[in-house]
Nanobody, 124 residues
């Protein structure tokens, strides 16, 4: 089992920045690829960003490319999502996820473990 706990969400004005963190415990963190997803009420979970187990490979949804950066610190068992130039449409709950493997995974169905989510609200 892998336990994931997100933090760092909150309220920010449009154009501002937030950094989400996801702390993992329970298994060897470096064995897992990590991803960030987001979900609005009544909608399917949407891919945001993914990072390989080593951090050497990243991938982003077009909607966040150039604004968001995913990174990880395997020594701290933590993955981050730096979000810059935030827009009101970025207002949703953000989830981190873990999948044992060496690739980058963009489909939420591929992931094995999920955090509880953290709310991000961007005011216009």
């Amino acid at each position: 089992q892998v336990q994931l706990v997100e933090s760092g969400g909150g309220l920010v004005q449009a154009g501002g920045s937030l950094r989400l963190s996801c702390a993992a415990s329970g298994r060897t963190f470096s064995n897992y690829a990590m991803g960030w997803f987001r979900q609005a009420p009544g909608k399917e979970r949407e891919f945001v960003a993914a990072i390989s187990w080593s951090g050497g490979s990243t991938y982003y949804a077009d909607s966040v490319k150039g604004r968001f950066t995913i990174s990880r610190d395997n020594a701290k068992n933590t993955v981050y999502l730096q979000m810059n130039s935030l827009k009101p449409e970025d207002t949703v709950v953000y989830y981190c996820a873990a999948k044992r493997g060496t690739g980058r995974y963009t489909n939420y169905e591929q992931y094995d473990y999920w955090g509880q989510g953290t709310q991000v609200t961007v005011s216009s």
